[in-house]
């Protein structure tokens, strides 16, 4: 047991498998993994070789490596991803946008688009309701297209999270 409840996260393959089977990324990077409740899913669908979490938790990160075995962990901040541009098929963060002041805020986004070679991915919601899809679509209008949105409630084995797939140009 992690110090997160196991069942927190035991539905979320319900949304996590699908989704990787649609959209069959190669390489994987999570923006504020904590300890793995969506990388063990992701895992089960990417070669944990190619699937990082990037926090600035370090016991998190320990955690993860025990929860996920494989999957590489890298203690770094989300304004500044330990990634090459465009080296990540499937770059997302779930409830982290939140988490960050205004004045970085952009350069986190920023940071996620410059990763990724297919798909940024973002849920959020949880303490500062706010349309992240449309800051993405502001700040980056000839780089991203939007694919899809939905919310996952509490019933989803989420906290109420708006989630939005943008595919990069």
């Not at 969506?38 to 699937?51: F, S, T």
């Not at 990037?54 to 901040?77: E, F, M, Q, S």
Request: glycine content about 8%; hydrophobic content about 40%; some cysteine.
């Amino acid at each position: 047991m992690t110090s997160t409840d196991l069942s927190t996260y035991e539905r979320r393959g319900e949304f996590w498998l699908p989704l990787l089977d649609e959209i069959c990324p190669q390489s994987v990077l999570e923006v504020g993994c904590n300890e793995g409740g969506n990388l063990q899913w992701i895992a089960q669908r990417v070669d944990p070789a190619r699937v990082t979490g990037v926090d600035v938790n370090a016991k998190a990160l320990r955690l993860l490596d025990r929860r996920v075995p494989g999957v590489r962990g890298v203690h770094a901040p989300a304004r500044d991803l330990p990634v090459a541009d465009r080296s990540v098929d499937f770059v997302f963060t779930m409830g982290v946008l939140s988490h960050q002041p205004n004045e970085s805020l952009d350069k986190v986004m920023s940071e996620m688009v410059r990763a990724s070679s297919r798909y940024v991915f973002c849920g959020d919601g949880m303490l500062i309701p706010r349309d992240y899809g449309a800051l993405f679509l502001d700040l980056f209008p000839f780089d991203l297209t939007p694919v899809r949105q939905g919310y996952l409630s509490p019933e989803d084995g989420w906290n109420g999270v708006t989630w939005w797939l943008f595919e990069r140009a």
